[in-house]
C-alpha cells in the first residue's frame, strides 16, 4: 500500500512523560481519517506528529516516501503549502490582526501574488466559512467561535492538499459548524487527504472512511468502511470512551 504519509515506530516523549509510544500507521491519499479517543490520549500530539509540526522522539513520519524531519527548506516549504493545520485551540497570532495572519501566509506561498489579489482570496475565504465582521480587529476581540472561523479559513488559504483537522467545529453554533463540514466535504470531493480530531459521532459518519481509536497512546483500533458508515463497533467505542 502506497501511503502520502506515513508514521513509522513513533514515539514521543516529553519531560520523561511518554505521550505516543510505538505508533505505526499509515494514510491514504484522498481519503479521510478521524483520529478519536479519551481526552488525554494523545490525539492532537499524534495529529502534530503526522504534520510534521513535532518531531518523533523515536521512529519517523513520512511524507511522500521522505522523512518531513530530514526535509531540506525547500522540500519543507513545498510540504507546508501543499498541506495546513487547525489547531484545536485556533493559534491566531495575539499582536497581529486578523488581516496581517491571513495575508502572511499567501506572501510566504505566493510571493507573485500583489496585494489585491490577496486581498481578493482573503475576502473569498472569508465568504466561504461565514466570517462578516472586521479584519483589522485582533483575535482577542472574537469569540472562539470566530476564531475557529479564522482558524479554518486561513487553513484554505493556500488551497492544500493535506488537511489536519484538530476538532474545528467545537466551540461553534450548529449552522456554522455544518457549514464548516459542508466545506471539508468540499475538499474530499476534490480529492484531498484529511485527518481529522473528532469525537462527534455525526461528524465521523459523514465524513470519514478510516476512524483511527486511539488508547493511551500506544495501541489503536482502525475502523473502515461499514464499521465507520453504519456498524455498532464505532458506537460502542465512543461510549466507552466517554464513561
Ligand atoms: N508539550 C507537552 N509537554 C508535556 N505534556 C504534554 C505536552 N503535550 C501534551 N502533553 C500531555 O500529553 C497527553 C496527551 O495530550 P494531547 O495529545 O493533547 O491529548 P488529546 O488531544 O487526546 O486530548 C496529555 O496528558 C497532555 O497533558
Ligand atoms: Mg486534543
Excluded at 73 to 91: I, M, P, T
Aim: hydrophobic share 40%; aromatic share 6%; proline share 2%.
Amino acid at each position: 500500500m502506497d501511503y502520502i504519509l506515513e508514521l513509522k515506530d513513533v514515539s514521543f516523549f516529553t519531560q520523561n512523560t511518554r505521550i505516543i509510544q510505538g505508533i505505526s500507521l499509515g494514510f491514504e491519499a484522498g481519503k479521510a481519517t478521524a483520529l478519536a479517543g479519551s481526552s488525554g490520549c494523545g490525539k492532537s500530539t499524534l495529529l502534530k506528529l503526522s504534520a510534521g509540526l513535532i518531531i518523533p522522539t523515536e521512529g519517523d513520519a513520512l511524507y511522500k516516501g521522505k522523512s518531513i524531519a530530514g526535509m531540506n527548506r525547500s522540500q519543507n516549504l513545498e510540504f507546508r503549502r501543499e498541506s495546513a493545520f487547525v489547531f484545536q485551540d485556533s493559534a491566531l497570532w495575539a499582536n497581529q490582526t486578523l488581516l496581517q495572519s491571513l495575508d502572511l501566509p499567501l506572501r510566504i506561498h505566493f510571493p507573485g501574488m500583489s496585494k489585491t489579489q490577496r486581498e481578493k482570496r482573503i475576502e473569498e475565504v472569508m465568504n466561504s466559512v461565514g466570517y462578516k465582521r472586521s479584519l483589522t480587529i485582533r483575535p482577542a476581540s472574537l469569540s472562539m467561535g470566530e476564531q475557529k472561523l479564522i482558524a479554518f479559513g486561513r487553513s484554505m488559504l493556500c488551497k492544500p492538499s493535506l488537511l489536519f483537522l484538530d476538532e474545528w467545529t467545537e466551540s461553534l453554533d450548529d449552522s456554522a459548524a455544518q457549514r464548516l463540514i459542508t466545506l471539508v466535504k468540499q475538499q474530499k470531493l476534490r480529492n484531498n487527504t484529511i485527518i481529522f480530531v473528532s469525537h462527534n459521532l455525526h461528524i465521523i459518519r459523514e465524513l470519514a472512511d478510516y476512524v483511527i481509536m486511539l488508547a493511551g497512546g500506544r495501541t489503536y483500533t482502525r475502523l473502515a468502511g461499514e464499521q465507520v458508515k453504519s456498524g455498532r463497533e464505532l458506537v460502542e467505542l465512543l461510549e466507552k470512551d466517554t464513561t
